[in-house]
């Protein structure tokens, strides 16, 4: 399988297979349909050998990502009106969710769809959070900060564990200065 990797633009976008004879007819279906998607999102690709005396399957997984800047992500998900209302603003939270627009963009989600929030992770280590990310998005930056009291933040370093065109990020607090019993961990965007 290959062509399994792309960038939003409203057009359909096709994976292709490469057989062993060349050129064997294979059926390609996205989530289970033949019709191959256009909306951003992830897609459990199957293909399979539709030729006499030939068999053979494969599967994987067909990544459309939001274009790559935030007047793109805009207009994917927001009409013009819904834009001059203030539903595609920075802080606007239209699925009421707990994740404003820009945060939704910074972590390649979905503003119209229910995201869960973050769970955080006690171990030896410290209080973690991981969280995964488009890969090389512009136009957005990402902190992350710890505090015991909610009144005084203090940076902490992030830290990419996969890369790819989606990294997986953690952020670790080691909990070695203020209250280790009472932490809280927050993330931040801007652009």
């Known amino acids: 399988l290959d062509n399994l990797t792309h960038t939003y633009d409203g057009t359909a976008k096709v994976a292709t297979a490469t057989t062993t004879p060349v050129d064997l ?13 256009a909306d951003a999102g992830s897609y459990v690709l199957a293909a399979t050998i ?8 494969a599967t994987g997984t067909l990544v ?23 539903l595609a603003d920075d802080n606007a939270d239209p699925d009421a969710d707990g994740w404003v627009n820009l945060a939704e963009y910074a972590l390649g989600t979905n503003p119209r769809q229910f995201t869960p929030p973050l769970v955080p992770m006690l ?7 991981t969280f995964t990310r488009p890969a090389n998005l512009p136009g957005v930056t990402y902190a992350a900060e710890s505090s015991d009291d909610l009144d005084t933040w203090s940076p902490v370093p992030l830290h990419v564990l996969e890369s790819g065109t989606t990294e997986t990020v953690r952020v ?3 909990l070695t200065t203020g209250d280790p019993s009472r932490r809280f961990l927050r993330l931040r965007f801007g652009r």
């Open 25 to 37: 007819t294979v059926n390609l279906t996205y989530d289970g349909s033949p019709t191959a998607p």
């Open 50 to 57: 539709n030729e006499v005396n030939y068999v053979g399957s």
């Open 64 to 86: 459309i990502r939001p274009a790559n800047d935030w007047a793109s992500w805009c207009n994917h998900y927001f009409t013009e009106l819904e834009q001059s209302a203030g």
């Open 123 to 129: 171990d030896a280590h410290g209080l973690a959070l």
């Open 172 to 174: 670790l607090d080691p």
